[in-house]
């Protein structure tokens, strides 16, 4: 009782931290402990260490360098403080596998759980070291190079972050939960796919808009203080849908796979 006590404190505290420090925003860190205590009913200590891993080095590379993603901020709906629906997206997931897992001991969640995380991962050392390449991206609906920032757009420097941050958390699996090479490969090799599967819902069904005043594409639904116009995607299909969408898609993947494999 007073371990869990403790625990549920430093959780608390963790988030507190994370809107001090403008990681998170209020409604961010209300969720964060959400994800939190979630994560710790399936996985304790070793479930926590996992996602704090992702959200400590995912914050690291959002701000790295921030200078000089200001102007790529412009075509994101968020900037790198995360709402509660940020945290959601990319915790959510992982949080419904926890859950799964405190009450059926089964295998399978927990690799639900490891993929979320290492696809989250994937996805955001993509975007955010990505961003930093000297050449432009590339769309991959025209395969023509096209501004920084936008959702749908692959660069070599950002393909190799998205292999490096799934195998980042895949590797930690292994040494927190003591998972066999088997496990390791399908939580690497998935949690890349999880990244690919968002690149292509980026570029095919999320929304993009453009600001009628300056003439800028962008996520924002607001730019120049005025409604902007949406120019492509589905109702509803915003950043953080595809974001928890395919993390969660390649669980079920991988699940799947391992399950018949």
């Avoid at 009450?103 to 993509?126: K, P, R, Y």
């Avoid at 819902?201 to 949406?230: D, S």
Wanted: charged residues 15%; aromatic residues 14%; glycine residues 10%.
């Amino acid at each position: 009782m007073i371990v869990s006590l403790l625990i549920a404190i430093v959780i608390i505290v963790g988030a507190i931290s994370g809107y001090l420090f403008k990681s998170l925003t209020l409604s961010g860190a209300f969720a964060a402990i959400l994800v939190g205590l979630s994560v710790n009913a399936g996985f304790g200590l070793n479930g926590l260490a996992l996602i704090g891993a992702f959200f400590v080095s995912s914050n690291y590379w959002s701000k790295y360098k921030s200078s000089v993603k200001r102007e790529i901020e412009e075509k994101l709906a968020k900037g790198g403080t995360r709402d509660w629906l940020q945290v959601f997206a990319n915790g959510g997931a992982a949080s419904f596998f926890s859950l799964l897992y405190s009450f059926q001991h089964e295998q399978i969640w927990m690799l639900g759980f490891m993929v979320c995380l290492a696809s989250a991962n994937s996805d955001t050392w993509a975007s955010e070291i990505g961003s930093l390449s000297r050449k432009k991206p590339i769309y991959i609906r025209t395969f023509k190079r096209i501004e920084r920032g936008t959702s749908g757009a692959i660069s070599g420097l950002g393909t190799a972050a998205a292999f490096t941050g799934a195998f980042f958390i895949s590797i930690l699996s292994y040494l927190l939960f003591d998972t066999g090479i088997y496990v390791v490969m399908i939580v690497f090799l998935f949690g890349f796919i999880g990244n690919v599967l968002d690149t292509l819902f980026g570029a095919f069904f999320q929304q993009l808009y453009i600001c009628v005043e300056c003439g800028i594409t962008t996520e924002k639904k607001k730019h120049c203080q005025i409604p902007t116009k949406r120019i492509k995607g589905f109702t509803m299909v915003d950043n953080d849908m595809v974001n928890f969408l395919s993390g969660f898609i390649a669980a079920v993947l991988s699940i799947v796979i391992f399950r018949f494999f």
